[in-house]
């Protein structure tokens, strides 16, 4: 198996298997070191991913069936007939360095470059087939209904999709950033959404430069939207492809679209709409609050929920729970009043928000609790798209067909909200909310709103407070664990008892402290049950690390015998072979010299674990010569103790 491994696989291209995830999102990478255990099979190695490398049992990796793994022109070269069955997966490879291999999409180039592909006589240099399903391009994409009515009027949470794409390898340590879209039905926000897609598509998978929007005549896809008046979403939904991205101060995030049930349509109960938009304002960085002509004051009062639960949230003293409520007034039409645009929107949403003398005290309170629990409050005054987008049912998104005054606006719009510099990453209680951490918040808020009744904004704050405390063990233990597994997992040797004890005391104070430090929702004693419950935990990972140490105790073999041995004979020969004839010492004294070397390695494998092929083929040595040993030992001793008691004067081995 090692051999096999050795000779066919280092360097060679694989998936590395992940169970969470469907297998055109298992991640990519480059065998780039092998690990032979101490009984000398090989079954750990290292693989160099988009997301750093990554260590894995054999049996989590399927080598690619990519024949030509340096790009030799001719293997794997894309033909016509193979872009033909877009959408397909490409390596663009680069000369100057092989293991960074960029992906791009056929289909799109089949699109936008037929020719390029024709003019090529059927070869596209430095491209290479690929033959995995096409996962980064956007036409392969889809809305992920992750939180479901039911007919009961509860929420569905699929946890199970959900898990797939939070706990992706390379996307659960990231900070989130999450956009979702909320407000009244069929007023265009899966449509607005499907632009945000093509945005981000366009930066951050082809890192493209020039217009974003895309062709004149290229229809709009992404999430689901269509004309008429019966609704169209259900639940909540996040696109399967998540958009990665590095902010300016070098934070890695994930940024996920979410679409949301629309309100007030005729299906849904007054607790459907509220939990609906609840859900979409707590989980979200940026709540793109979408309303149609206009500001009203319905519109702030539904906000109302999310005022009272900051007000507590921010007596924990961890400031404004929200990030950015982004306001965006659609087919806005008094132009003479407020212009288009970001400029007109903060001029209108700063009218919407005074507080002139004489106003009601509820009216004053709303005003109030927004701003202060919301970090940034912004408006945005689109005009409307035309009568083809909102009136043509055979209207397919394509851009021709909509009112420039539309498309200059959606130019000014989504890179205000999701071009790199920003990008708002989601935050509680001062901390980024990292993907594996939105799950428990997801879990947390449909946890909540799940009752026959509204829950109080101190319940919300409390389910709040738990995923928080949550999310805090769960970083201590992924401290605990990094820890453990730099000292004793993997490829390190094994470890005495007492060793593996100081290195778990060790990692259990470095867990303890970063569970400590983290601000947390919910007060001195939740934090404490849930320090109680981390020991626990770390206990149990303890046991399990012992038992994978006691895995690597060496075996006993008969190696330091052998060689000591051969060192005693060769200094044997040296001091009596010397003395009979001088180049008889000096084999002998070479022979001793080798012995002790060997010896010296192979006790050096055993107390660092480095060099385990020698020290492994070392023990195969031994076991042959000591096999040998015994075999003329039976010839010369044990052979003539027969015939001597059988009475004959020679016996041949048989
Ligand atoms: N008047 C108007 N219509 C729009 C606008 N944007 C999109 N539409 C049209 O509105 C209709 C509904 O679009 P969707 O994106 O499905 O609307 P939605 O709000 O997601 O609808 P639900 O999923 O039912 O909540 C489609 O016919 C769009 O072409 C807009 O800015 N103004």
Known sequence: MEQRWRTTYLGKMVLVKDDRLPPNQWLLGRVTRLYPGTDGITRVADILTVSGTLRRAFNRLCPLPVEDQNCTPGANMLTPSKAAAAPAMVLISSRAQHAHHKRAEVMRLQLEHPQRIRSSGGRIPHLKYLPIAASESLASGRGIQVVSPSPDHSFHLDLEALSALLLREDLKDRAVVVVSVAGAFRKGKSFLLDFFLRY???????????????????????????????????????????????????????????????????????????????????????????????????????????????????????????????????????????????????????????????????????????????????????????????????????????????????????????????????????????????????????????????????????????????????????????????????????????????????????????FRSRRKLGGQELASSYETQLIKELDEEYKEFSAHNESKKPRMTGTPVVFAGVALLGWLLSSLGGAVMWPLGLVGTAVALLALGVLALWAYNRVTGNMSNVANQLDKITGVLWKLGLRLLWNSVGNQAVAAAIGVDHMKPS
């Not at 507080?355 to 609790?369: N, S």
């Not at 927004?370 to 209207?395: D, Y």
């Not at 730099?486 to 259990?508: F, I, V």
């Open 200 to 514: 981000l598509h366009h930066t951050y998978i082809l890192e493209g430069s020039g217009d974003w929007l895309g062709s004149e005549d290229e229809p709009l896809r992404g999430f689901s939207w269509r004309g008429g008046s019966k609704r169209d979403t259900t639940g909540l939904l996040l696109w399967s492809q998540p958009f990665k991205a590095t902010l300016s101060n070098g934070e890695k995030v994930v940024i996920l679209l979410m679409d949301t049930q629309g309100t007030f349509d005729s299906m849904s109960t007054v607790h459907d709409n509220v939990t609906v938009f609840a859900l979409s304002t707590m989980l979200s960085s940026v709540q793109i609050y979408n309303l149609s002509q206009n500001i009203e004051e319905d519109d702030l009062q539904q906000l109302q929920l999310f005022t009272e639960y900051g007000r507590l949230a921010a007596r924990g003293g961890g400031g404004k729970p929200f990030q950015k409520l982004q306001m965006l007034v659609r087919d806005w039409s008094f132009t003479s009043d407020y212009a288009y645009g970001a400029e007109g929107g903060r001029q209108l949403l700063e009218k919407w928000l005074e507080i002139p003398e004489g106003q009601h005290e509820d009216l004053q309170a709303v005003r109030r609790d927004i701003t202060s629990c919301f970090e940034e409050l912004a408006c945005f005054l689109m005009p409307h798209p035309g009568l083809i987008v909102a009136r043509n049912p055979k209207f397919d998104g394509k851009i021709s067909d909509i009112d420039p005054e539309f498309k200059k606006s959606l130019r000014e719009l989504v890179p205000m909200l999701l071009a790199p510099q920003n990008l708002v990453p989601k935050r509680i209680q001062g901390a980024a909310v990292r993907a594996r951490d939105l799950l428990l918040y997801f879990k947390a808020y449909l946890g909540v709103f799940n009752g026959t009744e509204l829950p109080q904004p101190k319940t919300i704050l409390q389910a709040t407070a738990e995923a928080n405390n949550l999310s805090a063990v769960a970083e201590a233990r992924a401290t605990y664990d990094a820890q453990m597994e730099e000292a004793s997992g993997g490829a390190q040797p094994y470890m005495t008892p007492a060793q593996l004890d100081k290195e778990h005391r060790r990692a259990r104070d470095k867990a303890l402290e970063a």
